[in-house]
């Protein structure tokens, strides 16, 4: 067997044809080489098989896993992580892109930075035209990074380059959670090593009706609330209400919580997340500051149902 590479690109797929071949493509440009490339075909029935077979065919780099019966999103990932060989793992979903110098950055980056075990980066969203509609740009620091896991990934898969012994000491993807397996991961991972994101657009979030994410927005929505919970749970050593940390996320996407009772509530865990974290994480001056005015931040998004403000001006 030869060498191993520096690192594996995975890419893994289920009738992804639409946008597979610009995804494929964009890995093969990169300016960084010593990689190898696994791609799962997770059990397509369209043309992702032929299209596969013929970029393998044409790149020496590629190694081409097949199942007859679709393992899911987490089955397919780990079959890609038992197989890879690279000491970084950088993962591209099949209908996103990587930027040409993304590995090479990330790469670089890792080695000089050996606290860090997963790395992300700013990244475009974009149209099923390729259009760029907006920019998602992820905390740069470690310490902000972390803290913000407990509320939203502050990492993006398809962005992310990891150590793989990392990855394989915890116990790699859920298997059971199919619209979080990220999520999960990085969760399980979050006092075990440094999350990063590097400030550079890296990669391109394709949005469209085909996600999986878009089709099932509900379920992957209860799998997240859910998996916060048991995050803040370890933190704070006591599960919190689960309609707190639901009212939280509501704040985050600009929804208005139901009354001044649910704004108290939700702010009352969100102060005490952070006087945890504080306690537990050893923050630096300057990270004390960013954290406090992240907070700010965060409460000044809590606000009440407009009928519930005007209730409590009337009866004032």
Request: contains cysteine.
């Amino acid at each position: 067997m030869s060498a191993p590479p520096s690192l594996s690109v995975v890419t893994t797929t289920h009738n992804g044809e639409r946008f597979l071949p610009t995804a494929l493509a964009s890995i093969l440009d990169q300016s960084f080489t010593d990689f190898e490339y696994i791609l799962v075909d997770d059990g397509s029935t369209d043309g992702t098989p032929d299209i596969l077979v013929d970029y393998a065919s044409r790149d020496a780099r590629i190694h081409l896993i097949r199942n007859d019966q679709p393992l899911g999103p987490g089955g397919a990932l780990n079959q890609a992580l038992q197989a890879a060989r690279g000491r970084y793992v950088a993962n591209l979903d099949h209908d996103d892109l990587a930027r040409p110098a993304r590995l090479e950055k990330q790469a670089a980056y890792l080695d000089w930075h050996p606290a860090v075990g997963v790395l992300g980066a700013w990244a475009e969203v974009i149209s099923a035209a390729d259009k760029v509609v907006k920019t998602w740009k992820y905390p740069v620091r470690p310490a902000l990074a972390h803290w913000g896991m407990y509320f939203s990934a502050t990492v993006l898969h398809s962005a992310v380059m990891a150590r793989r012994e990392l990855l394989l000491q915890a116990g790699g993807y859920s298997a059971y959670h199919r619209f979080t397996v990220d999520y999960q991961l990085w969760l399980r991972l979050l006092w075990q090593t440094q999350f990063a994101n590097l400030p550079h657009c890296l990669a391109a979030y394709r949005i469209s009706p085909e996600q999986a994410s878009m089709r099932q927005a509900d379920l992957q929505h209860g799998q997240v609330i859910l998996a916060q919970q048991a995050a803040l749970g370890r933190l704070l050593g006591r599960r919190p209400d689960l309609q707190a940390v639901l009212d939280l996320t509501l704040a985050r996407s600009g929804r208005r919580l139901r009354d001044a009772a649910a704004v108290r509530r939700a702010a009352h865990l969100l102060q005490r997340a952070a006087l945890a974290y504080r306690r537990a994480a050893n923050l630096s001056p300057g990270d004390q500051q960013r954290l406090a005015l992240d907070l700010a931040r965060r409460i000044s998004r809590l606000k009440p149902e407009k009928s519930a403000l005007l209730a409590g001006q009337s009866g004032a």
